[in-house]
């Protein structure tokens, strides 16, 4: 919401012209809200589905709106060398899923003409500009007559990038250090479906009160950008502890993330609404991931986890706290390392998506409770983490999130992540569970 009051006063201009504000969904939407509200313009979404290369998709060939609107790359067609075959299996999975989405989002109602209209494009960031670009393409294809895309952040090269697809570009914050849209934002709490459905509905109703469900709850104790020495380096973490916390977890992050990773800081915010502590940090220094190899050295990646530990048992907020690491991706495999590590005591630990067979040789020593958490859908992944349970001595519990891929990408899965992972943590580092459990 602040995003776009901030949005809003660099498109002040607009006021008054024939504009429709667009917010592509879902973290886009309250955005938009705010700036169709200082436009007094109406409000609407902005449904598009980009059509991926099967073997790479986010390189996108095409887009696809609704209405019938479709877009294709014919150069990148040629490129991939993709058959109809290949790109008739492709529209057919995204046009299902945007009739899906589209009825959703719509509840009934007509999606509000773009013909000769100024269309303003709202998201909540920038990163890989795959869905911003399809959606300035289906715009332009619905008949506007122009269109500008509006973010509070994005990379530098975000005009460049987009000089061939939107007439205006608009964006707040380019930070010269860009990892994702998350480190724009102190709170970048996932938004529901539900809530997208909400805010539309009260644009149509003209209805303008502000929406905060979270202005009511206690604010933490800390909640700030923390340094912390690990062995030789320094890394960069944010600390959260709320009102009288019961634990505090540790987020390992996945290859090419970073503490700022939207799916760890909304699961983050959960279990902080729970009151558990969490401490999401950069495993590596920014001239460490330069070189890949780091990324994937579970065993330096488990020292810096043992190091940030260590640090949190000196720290006075924290020093009582039963710990708990929660992994994902090649995080999940340093966690367990982590875990087996005699220097540390960890009361439990929750995977995600994660790859527990690069623990490898320590699975053995892992007796903290775990739960791994995979998605139905993320076949090979799956399969290494049922491996890995059978390995593990102490308790290890599997839970199959249906129709989830790797990146828990689909409405709804990662909200049941969150959900997941909150329960465990709270099962396993309660005062009633560590007494349960000496």
């Not at 436009?39 to 887009?63: H, N, T």
Request: net charge negative; aromatic share 6%; with cysteine.
């Amino acid at each position: 919401m602040d995003a776009g009051r901030q949005l809003a006063t660099s498109l002040e201009s607009l006021r008054g012209q024939d504009v429709v504000v667009l917010g592509l969904p879902r973290g886009g939407v309250p955005v938009a809200f705010e700036v169709a509200r200082a436009l007094r313009a109406p409000l609407d979404v902005l449904v598009v589905r980009k059509l991926g290369v099967p073997f790479q998709p986010e390189l996108a060939f095409g887009a696809i709106g609704e209405g019938g609107v479709r877009v294709i790359n014919d150069a990148v067609v040629r490129e991939a060398d993709l058959s109809t075959d290949d790109i008739a299996a492709v529209e057919a999975k995204q046009r299902a899923e945007l009739a899906r989405r589209s009825e959703m989002f719509r509840s009934g109602h007509e999606r509000i003409a773009l013909a000769g209209r100024t269309a303003v494009i709202v998201d909540d960031g920038v990163a890989t500009g795959a869905t911003a670009r399809a959606a300035c393409q289906v715009a332009r294809a619905q008949g506007a007559d122009r269109v500008v895309l509006a973010v509070p952040i994005g990379g530098r090269d975000v005009f460049a990038r987009f000089a061939g697809y939107a007439d205006e570009v608009v964006c707040l914050h380019t930070p010269e250090l860009f990892f994702a849209v998350g480190q724009g934002y102190r709170n970048f709490a996932q938004i529901s479906d539900g809530e997208v459905v909400r805010l539309l509905d009260r644009a149509r109703d003209g209805s303008r009160a502000p929406v905060d469900d979270a202005a009511a709850a206690d604010p933490p104790i800390r909640d700030e950008e923390v340094t912390v020495s690990a062995g030789s380096v320094s890394v960069a973490g944010h600390l959260t502890i709320p009102e009288r916390p019961v634990g505090v977890v540790l987020f390992a992050h996945g290859s090419g993330s970073s503490r700022h990773s939207p799916r760890n800081r909304y699961v983050a915010e959960v279990l902080n609404g729970a009151g558990l502590a969490t401490l999401l940090f950069d495993l590596l220094t920014p001239a460490e991931e330069r070189n890949r190899a780091n990324v994937f050295d579970i065993e330096l990646l488990a020292r810096r986890l043992v190091d940030v530990t260590i640090w949190l048992g000196r720290e006075r907020d924290t020093a009582a706290l039963p710990v708990g690491y929660f992994g994902a991706s090649t995080g999940a495999g340093a966690a367990l390392v982590a875990a087996a590590d005699p220097r540390v005591n960890v009361a439990a630990v929750v995977s995600r998506g994660g790859r527990p067979d690069l623990a490898g040789p320590f699975l053995p020593r892992v007796h903290a409770p775990t739960l791994l958490i995979v998605g139905g859908n993320d076949e090979m992944v799956l399969e290494l983490n049922r491996q890995a349970q059978a390995a593990i001595p102490g308790k290890c519990e599997l839970t199959v999130v249906p129709g989830a891929t790797h990146l828990f990408d689909e409405p709804g899965t990662l909200e049941r992540v969150a959900v997941l992972a909150r329960d465990w943590f709270i099962d396993h580092l309660s005062p009633a569970a560590l007494t349960a459990n000496p």
